[in-house]
């Protein structure tokens, strides 16, 4: 077994960062997770999910830590996500499931690497939309928990629940889920309200899976055509109306630069438009 391991990892510390789609961090004692308390777009791209976000721009790759970040990768070690990689990997499901992404798929983990391989595409903006209005409006110590939005994306999606019955029953019992005279499990009437938005009334209901159909038509009949990232920015302005460029880079955790394009390709589409000062303004999507 540490014949196969140390080949294993002998063959890592040959990769090469650009050619490979991998990338190396020491993270000796720890690394951040999700950017903290930095305000500066520029630090909080430098954690493991601003990495993930660039992995997944580039089509995927690979996050290794306790590797030396220059060639020859020599291992150091790490305490990173010591005990915690449970945690972790609920942080990349609650992610996944509050922008309405494909659940990570782990099942090439092994004894040497967690491995979660994440997919981009947006698969509902009516879903991403209701269910970030929903955690939104929670306080703090109120938030729905990674088991509670599993139960609502695997409803949405008609997968199969693998979750407690009281889990369910509380969503139920909140509004989150309608439960039928025969059992069957459906999204809410706020989630449908949202839906039928964006789908120009095009939405078609079915018991067992909440809705089918998902977005036709789009909001000014142009949306559904957007690219994933376009989308994602068009929901981010609608929900924050107002907010500016270095908002939005930090959000979405892209450079200025990067933002300022995209948001240049939406008002080239007449979906928003910039208010106000450039220094004091912002952007809003148009009715």
């Given amino acids: 077994m540490s014949e196969i391991k140390n080949k294993y990892l002998h063959e890592l510390s040959l990769k090469k960062e650009s050619e490979d789609h991998i990338e190396f ?6 690394f951040n997770f999700d950017g903290g308390s930095h305000t500066d777009p520029k630090k909080r791209r430098h954690c493991v999910l601003g990495y993930v976000a660039a992995l997944a721009n580039e089509r995927g790759g690979r996050l290794v830590f306790g590797m030396k970040d220059k060639k020859p990768h020599d291992i150091v ?3 990173f996500a010591q005990d915690k990689l449970g ?4 942080e990349m499901f609650t992610n996944c499931i509050m922008e309405a992404k494909p659940l990570p798929d782990y099942s090439a983990t092994d004894n040497y690497q967690v491995s979660l391989t994440l997919r981009t595409e947006i698969r509902d ?3 991403m939309v209701y269910i970030r209005q929903e955690q939104a409006k929670r306080p703090e110590h109120h938030k729905l928990n990674v088991f509670q939005l599993l139960a609502i994306y695997k409803v949405r999606f008609g997968e199969k629940l693998e979750v407690l019955a009281t889990t369910v029953d509380s969503l139920v019992s909140e509004g989150i889920l309608m439960r039928s005279k025969t059992g069957r499990l459906s999204m809410s009437r706020a989630y449908k309200k949202i839906a039928s938005e964006i789908g120009n009334s095009s ?4 018991e067992n899976g909440g809705v089918n159909g998902g977005i036709n038509g789009g909001i000014n009949g142009g949306i559904n055509a957007l690219s994933d990232s376009l989308k994602r920015l068009y929901i981010l302005v609608r929900d924050h109306p107002g907010i500016n460029s270095n908002g939005i880079a930090e959000l ?14 939406l008002r080239k589409k007449n979906l928003i438009e910039h208010r106000g000062s450039l220094k004091t303004g912002g952007y809003y999507t148009k009715s």
């Fill in 25 to 30: 961090k020491e993270a000796k004692r720890d």
């Fill in 77 to 79: 070690g790490t305490s």
């Fill in 87 to 90: 945690d972790l990997e609920d």
């Fill in 125 to 127: 903006v009516a879903f």
């Fill in 203 to 206: 939405v078609k209901v079915k």
């Fill in 252 to 265: 979405l955790k892209v450079s200025p630069r990067t933002a300022e394009k995209q948001l240049s390709n």
